[in-house]
């Protein structure tokens, strides 16, 4: 996304889970006046994080809608400029929060951050460092598109105190890749993979993407496959989502190509589950797989209810009961930053209510489960007839999908909540 994962597994009706994503990966309000952000104080002992969005894409993959640029989109922006707005953004940030917490991870995503090259993301850390602590053991994650890598990079990087990386691989057939628009051979993201290895990277994932229009179970397979053999710790894996107003579903309202169908979707998913558990990647969360202590940190932020301070054109950001997003486009978040103010396009306070809802959608995707006491009288009895369905399974305290229910993930939620 480049390789972000905002492609659910839509095997029922309505993917409404993935609200959970958009508050982290692309920005919901176009450009505007910027608003006032409410004064807000990090909640002691949550975990949080920082997210850095960079909004540069060479070029503009067909299944893409998130907020990126590509050169001729940019209007004058260029990675300096957004740079410069970055610390501006991120001193204003810390003087927002008053109370600093220590920061427990970092992620860098896009559009495609490894444009910046070893030394401008080496910058961006560094500009978190100047007015956030790290915590020792933090974890520094980047996304990088195979074509903008090199083992030069991996090593800045390493030296940088970056300590994942999530390459964006999709797939290893070169007709699944055309279709996505994606420029990179096939073997690219496996070597990218061995050279991030070869830097000293412990946490190396790979984002796969299936139920692409032509792609066949041994094309899947292969990819699985190959992800396998890169000896990485952690794949992702999301079923394509055709987004409105992206290329891909012009190509599919013009009949050019078929949409995904939703019992392929299931089966593929089932293929990559099982080729991964049998070699020792276990689920976590209902699209990502690890080896024992390869889970992103920052996402299981994200998922059990942690806070962070999103930055860069379009981030979005949560502390407390607020949400807030970012001015779009990069030349619109700089002026604002000029002006001394935050690039805020608008917030939400989330009430007990929503806040429940965002609990139970996202925890129940993770293999910990679903703690019991999350729950009200009404939703445990809910609960027990999805038991009954197969769909959960009860494991001390908390609830835990099933195989069957990781394929109805999203249906399951809209039954405890109804």
Known sequence: MSNRARFALTVSETAVWETGWVTVRTAGTPNAAPVALPAMAPAPGLPFGVYIHVPFCATRCGYCDFNTYTPGELGGANPDGWLEALRAELALAARHLGRIPEIDTVFVGGGTPSLLG???????????RSHFTLAADAEVTTEANP???????????????????????????????AVLDRVHSPGRALDAARDARA????????????????????????????????????????????????????????GEISAPDNDVLA??????????SAAGLGWY????????????????????????????????????TTRW???????????????????????????????????????????DGLPLAALDDAELRRAQTVIEDGLLTRDGDRLILTDPGRLLADAVVRTLLA
């Not at 962070?308 to 950001?317: C, D, R, S």
């Open 325 to 367: 997003w970012n001015v779009k486009h990069p030349n619109a978040y700089a002026q604002v930053l000029a002006n001394g103010v935050l690039p805020v396009a608008d917030f939400e306070r989330l009430d007990s209510n929503a806040q429940h809802t965002e609990d139970v959608m996202l925890r129940v995707r993770l293999r």
């Open 118 to 128: 070893g030394q401008g993301l080496a910058s961006v850390l560094d500009a978190i």
């Open 267 to 276: 089966h593929r998913y089932e293929l990559i589950d099982a080729r991964l």
């Open 285 to 320: 969360e209902v699209s990502n797989w690890c080896l024992p202590g390869g889970e992103c940190r920052h996402n299981i932020g994200y998922w059990n209810g942690g806070e962070w301070w999103g930055a860069g054109p379009g981030a979005h950001g949560y502390v407390g």
């Open 147 to 177: 074509e903008s890598t090199s083992p030069q990079l991996f090593e800045q990087l390493r030296a940088a105190g970056f300590t994942r990386v999530s390459l964006g691989m999709q797939s290893v057939a070169p007709h699944v890749l």
């Open 199 to 254: 830097a000293g990277f412990d946490h190396v994932n790979l984002d796969l993407i299936y139920g692409t229009p032509g792609e066949t179970d041994d094309d899947l397979r292969r990819s699985v496959d190959a992800a396998i053999e890169a000896q990485v710790d952690h794949v992702s894996a999301y079923a394509l989502v055709v987004e409105d107003g992206t290329a891909l579903a012009r190509r599919v309202r013009r």
